[in-house]
C-alpha cells in the first residue's frame, strides 16, 4: 500500500463507512435523550435517523407544528401534549389538532392530553376511528369529555391497558358499561372525582375487567361497599393499588372483603373513610403483611393506637404510613414498638395534625425507625423544632423533618400514595 493510498484511507468519512443500520446500532446504545439530540447534531443524515428512531416527545404544538412533527418523528409511540396546572387557563389541543395527531402519528400507543380543555367529544371519536393501537390515554382535567365521546373511544381501541379521567365530571356508569364490554386487558383505570360513578358502574366494570392492577376512585362519593366488593372479588389476583380517598360510604365490610380475596396489595389508600375501624385494619394487616407498602389512613378518626401498632408490627415491608388527623392516635404506638426491640424499613411517617403525639413519641420512632426520610409533624402541638433540638433528638442524616408550613402546601409524597 503506497502512501497515498494509506493517507487517502485515513481520510473516508464516516457516513460512507457505516450503514444506516449500523449507524442505528450506535444511536440504540445511547440512554439519555440529550445524548440522542446531540447524535442528531452531527449531520443531516445522522438527524434522519435520529427523528426516525425517536419513540417518546413531549411536546406544545399547534396544527402546523403537529404536521411537521408527524413527518419528522413517525416512529413515535409516546405522545405527550399535556399542559400543567399553571396554563390550564389554556385550551391547549383541540379537536382539529386530535384530527392531526390520529391520521400523522399512525404507531402511537400512549397519549396525554391532561389540562386540554379544549377537548371535546369529538375529538374522542376521532381517535377512536383512527388509532385502534392506542393502549393508554390520560384526558384528566378534561372537563367538556362525557360518556359520549369515550366510549366511541374505548369500542375503537379494544387494547387500552390505562385510562386516566380524573375530575372529568361528566363520565358516568354508562361508560364503565362500555369498558366492560370492549377493553378486556384493561389494568389501569383512574376516576378520582368523577362524581357520578356509582357502585353500579363498578358491578358493570368487574363483569368485563377482570385484570385490573390500579384503580382509583377517590372522591367518587357515590362509591360505598357493594362496589369494592365487587371488584375487589372479581380482581383479587391482579389488583395491588387501590384508592378510595374521601368515599364516605366506604366502611369496614370493604376492608374485610379486601383482606379476604386480595393478598396483593401494595398500596391502599382509606383517607377520609371514618367509617373503618380497628378490626378490619388488623384484618388487612395480616392478608397483605408481605405485600403492603403504602398505606395512607388519614382522618380515619375512629381509629386507635391498637390498629396502627398492629399495622406497624406485622407489615415487614411497610415503606409509607399516613395517619394525618387521627385524634385518638398517642405516643403509646412508639413506645409499645420500642419496648418490643423493633426495626423495621418506614421511609415515609406523615402525623400532621395528631395532638396526641410529643417529642418523647417521636424520640421511640427513631430508634426503631432508622431509615425514615421524611417525617411531617406540621400542626402537632406538643411538637416543634425547637423542643426536638432540646430534648436532643438526633435524626437520620437522609431524613427531612417537616415541623412547618399548611397542610394545603404541595405534598412530595404523592409518589407513595
Request: charged share 25%.
Amino acid at each position: 500500500m503506497t502512501i497515498l493510498e494509506v493517507k487517502n484511507k485515513s481520510h473516508t468519512c464516516i457516513n460512507d463507512a457505516l450503514t444506516d443500520d449500523e449507524l442505528r446500532a450506535i444511536l440504540m446504545r445511547l440512554s439519555k435523550e440529550d445524548e440522542k439530540d446531540l447524535f442528531g447534531m452531527v449531520c443531516k443524515r445522522w438527524l434522519r435517523l435520529q427523528s426516525t428512531e425517536r419513540r417518546k416527545l413531549k411536546a406544545r404544538a399547534g396544527p402546523w407544528m403537529l404536521r411537521s412533527m408527524a413527518k419528522r418523528f413517525s416512529g413515535v409511540i409516546e405522545l405527550d401534549l399535556s399542559q400543567s396546572e399553571s396554563r390550564s387557563f389554556y385550551p391547549g389541543v383541540t379537536d382539529k389538532d386530535l384530527e392531526i395527531i390520529a391520521s400523522g402519528f399512525q404507531y402511537l400507543k400512549i397519549l396525554d392530553l391532561r389540562n386540554c380543555k379544549g377537548i371535546t367529544d369529538t375529538g374522542m371519536t376521532t381517535l377512536g376511528k383512527r388509532m385502534s393501537s392506542l393502549q393508554s390515554v390520560d384526558v384528566s382535567f378534561c372537563k367538556k369529555l362525557s360518556d359520549k365521546g369515550f366510549i366511541d373511544l374505548v369500542q375503537g381501541c379494544s387494547n387500552l391497558r390505562r385510562i386516566h379521567l380524573k375530575n372529568c365530571r361528566l363520565i358516568s356508569d354508562e361508560l364503565l358499561r362500555a369498558l366492560s364490554k370492549t377493553c378486556a386487558y384493561l389494568e389501569d383505570l383512574g376516576l378520582s372525582g368523577c362524581s357520578n360513578v356509582t357502585d353500579s358502574g363498578l358491578g358493570y366494570l368487574a363483569n368485563g375487567c377482570r385484570r385490573i392492577k390500579s384503580l382509583d376512585v377517590s372522591r367518587c362519593t357515590k362509591i360505598g361497599d357493594d362496589g369494592v366488593s365487587n371488584i375487589s372479588r372479581v380482581c383479587s389476583s391482579s389488583i395491588i393499588t387501590l384508592k378510595l380517598l374521601d368515599c364516605y360510604f366506604v366502611g369496614d365490610k370493604s376492608l374485610f372483603s379486601l383482606a379476604y380475596s386480595c393478598t396483593n396489595i401494595e398500596t391502599l389508600v382509606i383517607g377520609g373513610c371514618r367509617n373503618i375501624s380497628d378490626d378490619s385494619i388488623k384484618s388487612i394487616a395480616d392478608s397483605c403483611k408481605k405485600s403492603l407498602k403504602n398505606l395512607r389512613m388519614d382522618w380515619c378518626t375512629s381509629i386507635s393506637n391498637f390498629a396502627i401498632s398492629y399495622i406497624l408490627l406485622n407489615c415487614e415491608n411497610l415503606v409509607a404510613l399516613d395517619i394525618g388527623c387521627c385524634d385518638n392516635l398517642t405516643d403509646v404506638i412508639f413506645h409499645w414498638l420500642e419496648g418490643a426491640n423493633f426495626e423495621m424499613n418506614l421511609k415515609v411517617l406523615k402525623a400532621s395534625n395528631c395532638s396526641g403525639f410529643t417529642v418523647s413519641g417521636i424520640a421511640s420512632l427513631l430508634k426503631f425507625c432508622k431509615h425514615i426520610q421524611y417525617l411531617d409533624v406540621r400542626s402537632c402541638p406538643h411538637i416543634t423544632k425547637l423542643g426536638c433540638d432540646q430534648a436532643g433528638l438526633v435524626f437520620p442524616k437522609t431524613c427531612h423533618a417537616n415541623f412547618f408550613g399548611s397542610l394545603l402546601d404541595s405534598d412530595t409524597t404523592e409518589p407513595y400514595f
